[in-house]
């Protein structure tokens, strides 16, 4: 493939991602892989993706979708997976290999401002575009990445109240513990800044996408094989986890109270298979005009 990797330039939200969220994300790959693949799943089948078609994959992680993309587009097509972390990519380069799936390649690059070429025929994020510093210009800046009719596709977390699996343990850690200040080091916007349509309709039509449709996607969850794995899980990634994480000294003090709670109200959600709450997602797509 001709792309090429440009130094990444590190914003504080992709400084943020490398530093704290790697390993985090590393530490807990099952959950969180096994849990988004519960929403591509629904929109796979669904997705504008043909045999010989090029595809970019942005925001990629760990690239478990690129490479299933890859699988579908086939031989004669090619996915290029993006994302910020190169430790992110390491995984889906070795899975790739393991796989024995030859037409997937990743590159490490900010997606808000990697200089693609029009020359890809679908444009996917699971997840991957909520994180953006300034949404419509990455956006757009995806959009380039399109041949004139190309399609793009991403998936965005729906409200936090549409969101138990986050939510919930939120609502609990903060009994306990003070919000984030505004001065806080995050992710970026954050998982439920995509949440409403209206708003997203509209970056979308600013960034110059045609014939922009959202579809609810509702799926379980699971947070952990069991009550502790997913108290540690919710202590360590997301919204609770970041009420935790910027808590600091005063998180540890109430560290044994907090797990109490939040072990006592997850284990009402036990399942044979593992601790499971409800998510809901937009599919979201455009078109770039022909
Ligand atoms: C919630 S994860 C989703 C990962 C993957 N798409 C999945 O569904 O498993 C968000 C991903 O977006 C990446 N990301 C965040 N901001 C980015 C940026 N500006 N450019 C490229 N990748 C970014 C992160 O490194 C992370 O891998």
Aim: charged share 25%; aromatic share 10%; glycine share 8%.
């Amino acid at each position: 493939m001709s792309q090429l990797a440009p130094q990444i330039e590190r914003n504080e939200y992709v400084e943020f991602w490398n530093d704290i969220l790697v390993p985090k994300f590393v530490r807990w790959r099952h959950i969180l892989v096994d849990g988004l693949t519960h929403h591509s799943a629904k929109v796979f089948p669904r997705l504008d993706v043909k045999p010989g078609d090029r595809v970019v994959d942005v925001g990629c992680g760990f690239g478990d979708t690129a490479i299933e993309l890859a699988r579908r587009v086939g031989p004669s097509g090619s996915v290029l997976g993006v994302d910020c972390c190169d430790a992110f990519l390491e995984y889906g380069r070795n899975d790739a290999a393991k796989a024995g799936v030859p037409n997937v390649e990743f590159v490490e690059a900010d997606v808000q401002t990697y200089p693609f070429r029009p020359e890809f025929d679908f444009c996917f994020a699971r997840f991957g575009t909520q994180f953006f510093e300034n949404p419509v210009a990455a956006l757009r800046n995806m959009r380039t990445s399109l041949k004139p009719g190309g399609t793009m596709t991403m998936i965005v977390w729906r409200d936090i109240a549409d969101n138990p699996w986050l939510g919930l343990p939120k609502s609990i850690i903060t009994d306990f513990l003070p919000q984030p200040g505004d001065d806080a080091r995050s992710c970026g916007p954050g998982p439920f800044s995509m949440a409403d349509s209206g708003v997203v309709a509209k970056q979308l039509e600013i960034a110059g996408y045609e014939r922009v449709e959202f579809e609810r996607i509702d799926a379980p969850l699971l947070v952990g094989r069991d009550p502790d794995e997913a108290v540690e899980f919710q202590l360590a990634i997301g919204p609770a986890g970041e009420v935790f994480r910027e808590a600091g000294e005063l998180a540890q003090q109430r560290r044994e109270d907090i797990v109490a709670a939040l072990k006592r109200e997850l284990s009402r959600h036990e399942t044979p298979e593992g601790i499971v709450l409800g998510s809901s997602s937009w599919m979201v797509t455009g078109k770039n005009p022909e």
